[in-house]
């Protein structure tokens, strides 16, 4: 972060590296809809400086993962940026899915969805491209009272390795409820998404 950030600041002068830090993260859904909030995770624990022979190897880490130009070539003389490190202790998430608590040590063992670094040019691209297709799949609802119509707006609201959710919007009274479509077996790359959103768009279009 900036060097001269309250934060940084902070964890630079602070005394045995015991500073306090709760970190919120807000998943913002790619695509324009109403709610557009998805979620909202909190991390609590403790925040240090990452000082002298921890730099380089934090820095090759950040390197591999998220490529930030101006922190790899941050002066170590005098930076404009400063590295630092969460220690959790604590992780509570609200979202689609409901409320909840996860132990930092399941988090940190855990697998990235291969569906979540494409998502939302993903989203955007069924939305913009393919949106009769996604208002399609409301045939796979069955007889339920509030299946959409030509009344509803049908947006892609989220997209995972186990299916695609979509947000249902009555145009004039704003009511609005998600549909989960689930795909028959989790994809592990988007050649297996591909085929995946085939077979669902198939099974709408009986």
């Known amino acids: 972060m900036p060097w001269d950030s309250p934060t940084a600041r902070a964890a630079a002068y602070a005394q045995d590296d015991d500073l306090t830090c709760v970190m919120e993260i807000t998943d913002v859904a790619p695509v324009a809809v109403r709610q557009r909030i998805r979620g909202r995770a909190w991390l609590a624990g403790w925040l240090t400086a990452v000082r002298n022979e921890d730099r380089d190897r934090y820095r090759e880490l950040l390197a591999e993962r998220h490529p930030v130009r101006a922190v790899l070539e941050s002066d170590t003389e005098h930076p404009s940026w400063m590295l630092?490190?969460?220690?959790?202790?604590?992780?509570?998430?609200?979202?689609?899915?409901?409320?909840?608590?996860?132990?930092?040590?399941?988090?940190?063992?855990?697998?990235?969805?291969?569906?979540?670094?494409?998502?939302?040019?993903?989203?955007?691209?069924?939305?913009?491209?393919?949106?009769?297709?996604?208002?399609?799949?409301?045939?796979?609802?069955?007889?339920?009272?509030?299946?959409?119509?030509?009344?509803?707006?049908?947006?892609?609201?989220?997209?995972?390795?186990?299916?695609?959710?979509?947000?249902?919007?009555?145009?004039?009274?704003?009511?609005a409820f998600d549909a989960r479509f689930d795909f028959p077996e989790p994809v592990r790359d988007t050649g297996e998404l591909r085929q995946a959103m085939h077979t669902l768009f198939s099974a709408a279009m009986g």
């Open 84 to 175: 630092v490190r969460l220690e959790t202790g604590e992780i509570s998430v609200d979202d689609l899915w409901g409320t909840g608590s996860v132990e930092p040590d399941d988090l940190g063992g855990t697998e990235p969805d291969p569906v979540a670094r494409h998502e939302a040019e993903l989203l955007q691209h069924l939305h913009s491209t393919h949106a009769d297709q996604v208002r399609g799949l409301a045939t796979l609802l069955g007889d339920r009272k509030d299946k959409p119509s030509a009344e509803h707006d049908v947006v892609p609201l989220a997209l995972d390795r186990f299916g695609l959710r979509v947000r249902i919007t009555e145009k004039k009274g704003g009511r």
